[in-house]
């Protein structure tokens, strides 16, 4: 680097730089720190890091960013920067059983349920005898299953293959399903599940049949009402039949719509979409299209989830049911629908996905800019797999299991939610097709302390699917200044587009020589502390915080 060009940095306020290197991408902020020695100082400001943080895990919901910062509420911005990366890199998760013991639930598949309040989660009906609703609180220090008895006992009729899902101000709402065996009768009816304080609340709970084992005891602080809604503008479409089970549905907090998709319909699949209007008691049916290069072909068991405006469609089964095993396929593909333009979109994976994965009677959740997949096929892996909706990629976590037992994660046609950074994986069937009722917790952790250390955990290893994202491949929404390959001009002419005025600048070579050899000390230091220690390629490293361009 000429010191002529050092000495026109010295002329530029450095509030002004300091605003520019927060647009950089990681690889190019350890190049520019190598500039000078004042470089080097604002590259390591924890201001800089702070706004860094912002810009590049924004996507992370801000509960998680809180978690993080108050379980390491000294740690500098760097290291939180580094904590976050860990995080949203979902580079590896462990998993163990959920001990019930005798407040384990009846076995059942099909079943549904829904995150609600942020931290517990409603599970109802499913392919058994069960008619009760069910509450998990996340937040206590040992949950279980509470029995929620019905204030009005006017519970819906049981089904399975339905949906729940909560909407902004709690309220649950049911909708679809199927009243009998074989994957038939499916219904279109919509119920709204209310929850209230227990507190002097007199309830007449009818005794549970004598077939049902202890299970859960019945809860102390909640009670429900169920609802029957009817829609202002009525349900069935001029051609289109709305009953379905095994449809896939997602709340659109932005608009207040319920958005669902697909499932079984008159022995069949189907790809209509259908949004409720939570807001206005309507609904809005936009049949699918038989040419299969424009819309989602028809299919249930897939999974939906809603990220900046765009709804994601993610596998599912074109059979008649779950257990037909040659009448359909199981489908690998994501579509991506824009709420805002209302136009389909097949996406284009830029690695393999997985074996194992997607296919029916899945589950997905969205954590940050990642969809999270787990169970699915007729031959379900126990793993957890991630997709980077930005990048396209697919990403196979490290995964840790819990030794002190010998269950099993294999499952499909179950029930999942997010919770922070654990997702609650219920019931469902396995591979016999047999139902269960057991419960398992996956945790997406850091690299940094595998849980093996912690206590009997073991590694389940597997080949590592190559991860092109990240935050050095771009933000999604920021506006990044790539300056790859000499780019100190792009620099200055950003610097210019903003008014910056360089006439009359002179060219100073007073500049320290020794400014050289000490950055290129740090940088021979860092390069070592790199080979020690094994994060992700292009982690915030510690010290000067050099960062390896993954590239």
Known sequence: MESGTRSLLREIPTELIVQTIVYLPLHDINSFRLVSKSTNALCK?????????????????????????????????????????????VRAVSWKPLIQGSQAIERREGQAMALWGGDKLVL?????????????????ESPHWEMCPDRTNSAPWRRYGHTLTAVNDGTVYMFGGLLQGGYSEETDELYTLKFSDREGVVVDTPKQPHHFPPGPQESKRYCCEWELKTPSNGMMSATVDCSRGYQSAIYDSKRNNIVYFGGINCGGPTNTLMIYNVTENEWDIRPGSRDESITPCPRFGHSAQIYQDKLYIAGGYTGAGMFHLHDGDDMKDIWEYCLIQKEWKKLTFTNPIPPRCLGRCHTSALFGNKLIFFGGTMQASSRLYAFNIETRTWIIPKQYRDNSTRATANRISHSAALVGTDLYVFAGCDMHQQSLSSGIKFSIIGDEEPPSEEKGYTIDEMKQCPDSGGPSRGWGGGNVLQLQGGGLQQFFAYLMQNGFNFDGLEDDDEEDDDHDEEAQADETGDSESEKEEEGPSNAACEGDLVVEDAG
């Open 45 to 89: 400001a924890q201001y800089v890091w702070k706004q860094l943080n912002l810009r590049d895990f924004n996507h992370i919901p801000a509960a998680i960013r809180e978690n993080v910062k108050s379980n390491a509420s000294n740690a500098l911005d760097d290291t939180l920067y580094r904590q976050l990366f860990s995080l949203d890199s």
């Open 124 to 140: 109802w009906g499913g392919f058994c005898q069960d008619p009760y609703v069910y509450v998990w609180d996340t937040s206590i």
